[in-house]
C-alpha cells in the first residue's frame, strides 16, 4: 500500500468483487492515520509504537464508499491490531470489524508472547 496507485487497484479489486469493508495486513505505513481518497473510498490504518521500526506489521481497513457513511469510529491497538465501528439499521447493535496482523512461525518468541 506504499504508492497510490495501490490505493486504486485495491479499490478497482473492491468493486469486481462487490465488497464493503476489506481488511488488509502490512500496510508498510508510517503513521497511524485515515485518508479519504478523491473517489470517496476511507482507508484507516495503524502505525508501529516503536520510532525507527520495520514498518511490516501494521494493519489497516478500507471502506467502500456506503460503509464510510455508516462508521462511528475506528481504533488502533498497537501496531497489529485495528478496530473499526458501524451504526447498524438496529439503534442498539453496533458491529465492530477486527483486522490484525498475527506473529508468524519466522518471528521471535517475544513478538508471539506480546501479541
Known amino acids: 500500500m506504499k504508492e497510490t496507485g495501490r ?3 485495491t479499490v478497482t479489486k473492491m468493486s ?3 465488497l464493503s469493508v476489506l481488511g ?7 503513521q497511524a492515520q485515515q485518508k479519504t481518497l478523491e473517489s470517496g473510498e476511507m482507508m484507516l490504518y ?3 509504537e516503536e520510532e525507527n521500526a520495520s514498518h511490516i506489521q501494521e494493519v489497516g481497513v478500507m471502506l ?17 491490531l ?4 458501524f451504526k447498524t439499521k438496529k439503534e442498539e447493535i453496533t458491529m465492530n470489524v477486527i ?5 508468524t512461525n519466522d518471528n521471535n518468541e517475544e513478538d508471539e508472547r506480546q501479541f
Open 64 to 80: 467502500y464508499k456506503q460503509p464510510r457513511k455508516t462508521h462511528i469510529e475506528w481504533e488502533q491497538h498497537g501496531s497489529r
Open 7 to 9: 490505493f486504486d487497484q
Open 82 to 85: 485495528i478496530k473499526v465501528s
Open 99 to 103: 483486522q490484525c496482523h498475527v506473529p
Open 24 to 30: 488488509i495486513s502490512e500496510t508498510h505505513r508510517n
Open 46 to 48: 495503524s502505525d508501529h
Open 16 to 18: 469486481r468483487y462487490k
